[in-house]
Structures are given as C-alpha cells and as structure tokens.
C-alpha cells in the first residue's frame, strides 16, 4: 500500500557531507511525522531526527548542529543532509512515517534502509 524508499547513502571521508532522501509513494491521505533512525553494527537502531508535517524538528543530541531534517510535502519526501560526518556516524540509516491511509487509519512505515559509511 505504501512505500517508503531511501537513497543517498554511500562512502564518505570523516568530515566530509552527504544528503539522504525518502519518498514516500502509495495510498497517501496525509503524512503526519517524518523521522530518520539509524542501527550501526552490533547495536541498536536509534532515533536521529524528526519533522512534524508543520516543519517542527527535532534531532539527537548527537547530530545537532551537524544534521539537518526537511521536508518536500508536495513531494511526500523528507532529507537528512549530514555534515561534518564522523566515523561514528557510519550505520543503516532508516526512514520511517505515520501516514494516514484512510480517513479512519494512520500507520507507520518503514523505508528498507540506506547504508552510510564514514571512513576516518
């Protein structure tokens, strides 16, 4: 019914930028909040960073001021652009969203992740 489709992900040197994007497609009343989560090796998946569909955000304390999250609503698409990248950093990152569907239902999504990889 609904995708969630994530793509910017690569290999990057420590201190250099990358921006991630994820569009949502499908049976789509409304998108209410839009997130990024990411899991690095061994550890578990953590949130990163949030946008409300009236562009109130919200970021981990170990990105702010590093990482920024928007949203393209006529597009359903949010980005993450990732500046000042560390080694740390480096995770599957994941898109995730509450949509309505309907006007009785809203679930949440998960995009199929996009791997990022800080070299130092």
Same mark, same amino acid.
């Given at each position: 019914?609904?995708?969630?489709?994530?793509?910017?992900?690569?290999?990057?040197?420590?201190?250099?930028?990358?921006?991630?994007?994820?569009?949502?497609?499908?049976?789509?009343?409304?998108?209410?909040?839009?997130?990024?989560?990411?899991?690095?090796?061994?550890?578990?998946?953590?949130?990163?960073?949030?946008? !409300? %569909?009236?562009? =109130?955000?919200?970021?981990?304390?170990?990105?702010?001021?590093?990482? *920024?999250? $928007?949203?393209?609503?006529?597009?359903?698409?949010?980005?993450?652009?990732?500046?000042?990248?560390?080694?740390?950093?480096?995770?599957?990152?994941?898109?995730?969203?509450?949509?309505? !569907? %309907?006007?009785? =239902?809203?679930?949440?999504?998960?995009?199929?992740?996009?791997?990022? *990889?800080? $070299?130092?």
């Amino acid at each position: 019914q609904v995708q969630l489709v994530e793509s910017g992900g690569g290999l990057v040197q420590a201190g250099g930028s990358l921006r991630l994007s994820c569009a949502a497609s499908g049976r789509i009343r409304s998108i209410n909040t839009m997130a990024w989560h990411r899991q690095a090796p061994g550890k578990q998946r953590e949130w990163v960073a949030s946008a !409300t %569909s009236s562009d =109130t955000t919200d970021y981990a304390d170990s990105v702010k001021g590093r990482f *920024t999250i $928007s949203r393209d609503n006529a597009k359903n698409t949010v980005y993450l652009q990732m500046n000042s990248l560390k080694p740390e950093d480096t995770a599957v990152y994941y898109c995730n969203a509450d949509i309505r !569907t %309907s006007l009785v =239902t809203i679930a949440n999504f998960w995009g199929q992740g996009t791997q990022v *990889t800080v $070299s130092s």
